[in-house]
């Protein structure tokens, strides 16, 4: 888990051009969904707020929003968790989406509170990406996590 977390913070923090930066999914976020969902109990709130912090450090953005946005998400995740199971898979996808868009949201919401910040349409675009990328990112993640099992 700590590997998975040191890769998605190196995966946000890559160079690259201002349209990848506009619209990559925001793996850290993706990767505490996963998690959440599949270990259940694992991951504290207390956890998921110093994951948050130390991606505020990471990025350089205002201390404290990715840690509210992550426990945010994950708070409505929990509350959601049953009626999940039992949706399509589209449908979870539009649910992935929707935590994924608040997690943006809150993170903008708190950069502005600090701030003068401008909206624009990466704040709906970037989640979109990520919930259309979460069957691929989900069956990655479960198949490292069967080979780590069957080695040890």
Do not use: C
């Not at 130390?54 to 840690?67: F, R």
């Not at 199971?85 to 935590?99: N, S």
């Amino acid at each position: 888990m700590i590997v998975a977390f040191f890769l998605a913070l190196v995966l946000e923090t890559l160079p690259s051009g201002p349209i990848y930066g506009m619209v990559h999914p925001d793996f850290v976020a993706m990767l505490l969904l996963y998690w959440s969902i599949r270990s259940g109990s694992e991951l504290s709130y207390t956890l998921i707020w110093l994951i948050g912090l130390l991606q505020d450090l990471v990025m350089g953005d205002v201390p404290g929003g990715q840690a509210i946005a992550a426990v945010l998400m994950i708070y409505a995740l929990v509350n959601g968790m049953s009626r999940v199971r039992r949706l399509f898979v589209w449908e979870q996808l539009v649910f992935i989406f929707m935590l994924l868009f608040l997690h943006r949201l809150v993170v903008w919401l708190w950069q502005l509170w600090s701030g003068p910040v401008s909206w624009h349409f990466s704040l709906l675009l970037s989640p979109l990406i990520g919930a259309l990328l979460w069957p691929l990112f989900t069956y990655l993640l479960d198949t490292l996590r069967h080979h780590l099992k069957t080695s040890s």
